[in-house]
């Protein structure tokens, strides 16, 4: 790549700011696929996005002015200088991947993995704390990741699966009959309501202290789908938040299998990964829910014909 050029991402304001990390992430990875041609090291900005510190997007307008870069917190890359040509990279290229699709199953993975391997270097610190958890808790075991994810995403996503923790529960304990070899459960989730129950049927499992929702009801995850960035409790908050994001899925990448729902998360520990021996998605089927009324369904119903055309 040539050091004199450098291609600016930066995601779209409205998007940046109502998405999540991985969500961002893999819009970020986009865009660099999409820019390939130019032959030229990406500078990533993600000042506009809900990690941004001292930033509120539900109450302001912009971010902070001369705010850090999250970006650097979390990921290598080296400053802009003013000889380098910028070439700003469309933002509708940040929508060209398809997140809708589960990244095992694409075509593409390997590309994507290529492109992820070339232009993403992950702060050795990080890469560190999940190398030492690995040690110690799954070198020499079969280990069954769970992500166990719900929250807003039931609210938000449900064309996913409606998925209550009994349910991933009873997903977990199937595998299990059919798995024998598995010696321990990494659980992810955010909820901590969803570590305790897991706790009560699986004594012996795996899950890092991390971030999770406690006393934030359901009224205020619907009103606030970002509601972990809006939490002040720890010092550099969002800056841990990202991290505990990554090391959580590059635990995934290294578990022997997997148990999820359509998630950044997810497509992440897939990225991230060499080779997950087998990948179970639990793939509830909404429509068939008691509890939501016809105008849902039909909205869910809609937005799987949609997934489906492209």
């Not at 012996?204 to 202290?209: A, M, V």
């Not at 006393?215 to 720890?234: A, H, M, T, V």
């Amino acid at each position: 790549m040539s050091s004199k050029k450098r291609t600016y991402i930066r995601l779209p304001d409205r998007l940046a700011s109502t998405t999540g990390f991985f969500g961002n992430f893999f819009c970020i990875l986009s865009m660099i696929k999409e820019s390939q041609e130019h032959d030229a090291e990406p500078y990533v900005d993600f000042k506009n996005t809900a990690f941004c510190e001292g930033y509120n997007p539900y109450e302001d307008e912009s971010h902070p002015k001369n705010s850090s870069n999250p970006w650097d917190w979390w990921f290598e890359q080296s400053r802009l200088e003013s000889d380098q040509d910028l070439i700003s990279v469309p933002q509708e290229y940040s929508m060209c991947l398809d997140q809708s699709r589960s990244l095992h199953r694409r075509s593409d993975l390997e590309v994507l993995k290529k492109i992820f391997k070339d232009n993403f270097t992950i702060k050795e610190k990080i890469i560190q704390e999940a190398e030492d958890y690995y040690k110690r808790f799954f070198e020499g075991r079969k280990i069954l990741g769970v992500m166990a994810r719900g929250a807003e995403k039931n609210y938000f996503e449900p064309q996913y699966g409606l998925h209550s923790t009994q349910l991933w529960i009873d997903e977990t304990k199937r595998i299990l009959r059919k798995k024998k070899d598995v010696d321990h459960i990494f659980l992810v989730t955010e909820e901590e309501s969803t570590v305790e129950q897991f706790k009560r049927h699986f004594p012996d499992i795996l899950f890092l202290d991390v971030f999770r929702r406690t006393n934030q009801d359901d009224e205020f995850i619907k009103n606030f789908p970002l509601w972990p960035c809006l939490d002040n409790s720890r010092h550099n908050h969002k800056k841990r938040l990202g991290e505990e994001c990554i090391i959580q899925a590059i635990l995934l990448s290294r578990c022997n299998y997997l148990l999820g729902k359509q998630c950044g998360t997810i497509s992440a520990a897939v990225l991230f990964s060499n080779k997950i021996d087998e990948i179970y998605f639990s793939d509830t089927n909404p429509l068939l829910n008691k509890n939501l009324n016809f105008f849902s369904k039909l909205k869910i119903f809609l937005k799987r014909k949609v997934l489906r055309i492209f």
